[in-house]
């Protein structure tokens, strides 16, 4: 079965300090991966996804970049954290035309 | 862009009631629609979906209702149960097969 990994589960950062939020896929090949921000009582907005290796599609300019080195890896990176990057971030998979399978999310606070 | 509403952002009913979740459309376009649910500090998990060339799915005590002359989508829970209770998102996917997720409802279940 497919399983979907993200870590850290909480993470409190400084202004300014880098981030790197790792998600990992298993059990399924070349899924489409997805990364989005859930603020406190909103929905969910995309900010990233990639349907290949080295493939970024950005969805909204941000503090924010990403990258896919692996075909089961995509991660979520900043150079300098802002306050307004404190949220929810949550990974997801899927395959062409179906649903997607989120993780548990990683809860950021920037102080 | 286009925009995937909720009509009610809190929905309390009585344990074993049937619950029925709201969600409005826009993008005439959509052809792919899932409804997920999410439970505090958790990812969201898929519950159901459908496609526009159906206009009710049922699955184990839900059933999703689309109705594309008015762009409307429903989530009908039957005897709702406390273990219910948690936010559910309406999402919309077109051609890309990229949801856009709508706000959200929290559905609250009275012991």
């Known amino acids: 079965s497919q399983t979907i990994h993200q870590w850290p589960a909480t993470l409190v950062q400084p202004v300014g300090s880098p981030l790197s939020l790792e998600c990992t896929v298993e059990?399924?090949?070349?899924?489409?991966l997805y990364w989005y921000r859930q603020a406190a009582g909103r929905g969910l907005q995309l900010l990233f996804y990639?349907?290949?290796?080295?493939?970024i599609s950005s969805e909204v300019p941000q503090n924010l970049s990403a990258s896919r080195p692996q075909d089961r890896q995509f991660i979520l990176s900043s150079k300098k954290l802002l306050l307004s990057d404190s949220g929810f971030y949550l990974c997801?998979?899927?395959?062409?035309?179906?649903?997607?399978?989120f993780g548990n999310g990683t809860r950021l606070t920037v102080t | 862009g286009e925009s995937v509403g909720l009509h009610l952002p809190t929905l309390s009913v009585q344990e074993g009631d049937n619950s029925i979740i709201n969600c409005a459309y826009s993008?005439?376009?959509?052809?792919?629609f899932i409804w997920y649910k999410q439970e505090s500090g958790k990812g969201p998990q898929f519950i159901i979906d459908?496609?526009?060339?159906?206009d009710k799915r049922q699955g184990q005590r839900v059933t999703v209702l689309l109705n594309k002359t008015v762009k409307h989508l429903s989530l009908q829970i039957a005897a709702t149960q406390p273990g219910d209770s948690a936010v559910y998102f309406c999402?919309?996917?077109?051609?890309?097969?990229?949801?856009?997720f709508g706000r959200g409802t929290s559905l609250i279940v009275h012991p």
């Open positions: 997801a998979w899927s395959q062409q035309g179906e649903s997607l399978h």
């Open positions: 059990g399924t090949s070349n899924p489409n």
């Open positions: 990639s349907v290949g290796i080295g493939q």
């Open positions: 993008n005439s376009a959509s052809d792919y």
């Open positions: 459908i496609r526009s060339n159906m």
């Open positions: 999402a919309e996917a077109g051609g890309s097969y990229i949801p856009t």
